[in-house]
Nanobody
Framework: QVLLVESGGGLVQAGGSLKLSCAAS????????MAWFRQAPGKEREFVAS????????TYADSVKGRFTISRDNGKNTIYLQMNSLKPEDTATYYC????????????WGQGTQVTVSS
């Protein structure tokens, strides 16, 4: 089990940028597939982006391709989500998640950080 704490959310105007951080502790993230999910009020949680630390493969939801970038800093045991060209529909609580190597699902989740994009 890895403890995840998100930060960096806030209020931004459409077209602006935010960078979210997810600090991990308890385990090294090199053993995990890391991902960002988000959930807007009244909607189900949806996948945003993931990064496989073993081979460096990144995956993005179609809705954020070309605008969001997931990255990692192994020295800080932290992953990031750089969000550019933000849209009002990006407004949601963003969650960091970790999937242990060899596991089929995400077993660790952060508490979330709120992102609000005004038009």
């Amino acid at each position: 089990q890895v403890l995840l704490v998100e930060s960096g959310g806030g209020l931004v105007q459409a077209g602006g940028s935010l960078k979210l951080s997810c600090a991990a502790s308890g385990r090294t993230i090199s053993n995990y597939k890391m991902a960002w999910f988000r959930q807007a009020p009244g909607k189900e949680r949806e996948f945003v982006a993931s990064i496989n630390y073993s081979v460096g493969i990144t995956t993005y939801a179609d809705s954020v391709k070309g605008r969001f970038t997931i990255s990692r800093d192994n020295g800080k045991n932290t992953i990031y989500l750089q969000m550019n060209s933000l849209k009002p529909e990006d407004t949601a609580t963003y969650y960091c998640a970790a999937n242990a190597r060899g596991s089929s699902d995400f077993g660790s989740w952060g508490q979330g950080t709120q992102v609000t994009v005004s038009s």
